[in-house]
C-alpha cells in the first residue's frame, strides 16, 4: 500500500483518514512488483525495506547497504557523513554505484526528500527517550541534535573495564558490531534531516498513521468485502471495493453527506 498526505495538515498527519491510498496491491515486496503495481503512478508524476526496494539497493545486510551514501559495514560507526549521492547520478550510473541493483522507481524525487521514519528510529532507541523527544522538538537544531546522538552512541558501544571477575568490573554495553542501520543514520542524517525539513519537523514523516491505515484496510477487507468472490456474474476485486469505498468516504467528507444513517429510536409505551 502506497498513500500520500499533506505536509501542511500539520494537525492531521498522525490521522489514517488523512492519508489516502493511491496504490492497494496484493503481493510481495519486491521491486518487480512494485514496478508494476506503480506504473501508472510514475508515468504521472519510513520503513527501509521499502526505501531500499525502491531505490533498488541491496539489503541491510549486505556490505554495501546505505541509501544516501556510499558506506560499507566497517563504517557503520562513524559519526560525520553526509548525503552525498545523487538520484541524477544513481539513475544514470546505477550498475556503477556499489549497492545499487538497477534503476530507482522514484528517480524523480531528490535523496533529500527521502527521509527516514521517526517511528523505527523510535523503536530502536527506546532506552533514551531524550533523543526521541529532540526529534519530535521542531526546535531541535541539527547541530544540538549530532551533539546528543554522538554521546548516546559512545555509551552505547562503550567498552567493559576492567577484570570480569573482579569487584570494580564495569560491564560495556554492546560492540560496535551490533550497530544497526537505523542507529547508523540516527546519528549521521537525523540532525541533517532536521535541518532540511525545519519547516515540518521529522514527526511529519513519521509512518505511524500509515501503519494504522494499513491495520484499516485489513479489518475492511475482511469486514467489508466479499474477498473476490460472491456471484461470478457480478464479482468484483476486493482492493477495488476497498477503494471505492475510500473515494465515497472522501465524497461524503468533502460534500458534508452523512455516511451513516442514524439507528430509529425505540420508545417504550406504558
Not at 567493559?160 to 554492546?174: A, E, L, Q, T
Not at 532540511?196 to 501503519?211: D, M, N, P, T
Amino acid at each position: 500500500m502506497i498513500t500520500m498526505t499533506l505536509l501542511n495538515d500539520l494537525d492531521g498527519l498522525q490521522k489514517p483518514d488523512n492519508h489516502y491510498t493511491l496504490v492497494l496491491y496484493p503481493g510481495a515486496e519486491t521491486y518487480e512488483s512494485l514496478k508494476n503495481a506503480l506504473t501508472p503512478l510514475i508515468s504521472d508524476f519510513s520503513n527501509w525495506k521499502f526505501l531500499a526496494t525502491c531505490l533498488e539497493i541491496k539489503a541491510a545486510n549486505t556490505v554495501h547497504f546505505y541509501l544516501w551514501y556510499d558506506c560499507s559495514k566497517n563504517d557503520i560507526n562513524t559519526t560525520s557523513k553526509i548525503i552525498n549521492k545523487s538520484m541524477d547520478n544513481i539513475k544514470a550510473n546505477y550498475n556503477q554505484i556499489n549497492g545499487h541493483i538497477r534503476e530507482p522507481l522514484f528517480h524523480m524525487i531528490s535523496l533529500k526528500n527521502w527521509v527516514v521514519d521517526e517511528l523505527h528510529i523510535f523503536l530502536r532507541i527506546m532506552d533514551r527517550f531524550e533523543l526521541y523527544h529532540l526529534i519530535q522538538d521542531k526546535n531541535t537544531t541539527g547541530e544540538f541534535f549530532c551533539y546528543k546522538a554522538k554521546s548516546w552512541l559512545d555509551a552505547f558501544t562503550a567498552p567493559s573495564i576492567g577484570h570480569p571477575n573482579r569487584s570494580d568490573f564495569v560491564k560495556g554495553m554492546y560492540r560496535v558490531q551490533d550497530i544497526t542501520p537505523y542507529i547508523h543514520v540516527l546519528c549521521n542524517h537525523v540532525a541533517e534531516f532536521l535541518e532540511i525539513h525545519h519547516k515540518f519537523g521529522l514527526s511529519a514523516f513519521s509512518c505511524s498513521a500509515v501503519k494504522k491505515k494499513n491495520h484499516m484496510q485489513v479489518y475492511l477487507y475482511f469486514q467489508n468485502t466479499l474477498k473476490n468472490g460472491g456471484n461470478e456474474n457480478f464479482q468484483k476485486s476486493a482492493i477495488l471495493e476497498m477503494l471505492e469505498h475510500e473515494n465515497r468516504q472522501l465524497y461524503f467528507n468533502s460534500n458534508s453527506v452523512p455516511s451513516f444513517l442514524k439507528k430509529s429510536k425505540k420508545y417504550r409505551l406504558q
